[in-house]
């Protein structure tokens, strides 16, 4: 025999399985989770989605390879910092969104085409005609010319002075 009397046996069950049957089904709150992360993650596309967003994760991953390359004052990284500031405009004037500007700024991912610093310069012009800022196609194309009369020497030595 137990130690536990009837009586405390007789009201433990009788009150334990009301509370457990009245809590109900789990279902209701499972789908108001799942509607609260369809909102929330609705919500982020549309943060993400905008151009300042893209503009801003460009930069930063291209501060991080700068700063592992020690070129912060570059004149090369001034002109980057100039195209993506015309592009974010363009894209702001025109109400796009972050998919478009990501297909307009696409010429500076390509691998294939860009060999040497004056193809990267021939991508900035390419992207610079492309959201019809004539002042800054004239200005980049200068600079490709400058770095296209360059020789392998005064590369190097730019390169080893950081600039």
């Known amino acids: 025999m137990s130690d536990v009397p009837v009586s405390v046996t007789t009201t433990a069950t ?11 089904s789990i279902w209701g709150y499972v789908a108001g989770g799942v509607a609260l992360l369809v909102l929330a993650g609705f919500f982020a596309y549309k943060k993400i989605n ?8 460009v930069r930063r991953r291209n501060q991080k390879e700068i700063k592992k390359l020690g070129v912060e004052n570059s004149e090369f990284i001034v002109d980057l910092d100039k195209l993506l500031d015309s592009v974010q405009e ?6 796009q969104k972050g998919s478009d500007v990501v297909k307009i700024i696409s010429p500076l991912n390509d691998t294939s085409r860009i060999k040497t610093a004056r193809d990267m310069y021939q991508s900035m012009i390419f992207i610079a005609n492309a959201i019809n800022d ?11 010319k ?11 030595l730019l390169k080893r002075a950081g600039i």
């Open 14 to 24: 009788e009150v334990i399985q009301p509370v457990a049957e009245s809590s109900g």
């Open 134 to 144: 004539a002042n800054l196609a004239r200005e980049f194309k200068n600079k490709s």
């Open 146 to 156: 400058q770095v296209k009369a360059s020789s392998a020497l005064m590369t190097g």
């Open 90 to 95: 363009y894209a702001i004037q025109n109400n």
């Open 50 to 57: 905008t151009p300042t967003f893209i503009i801003n994760q």
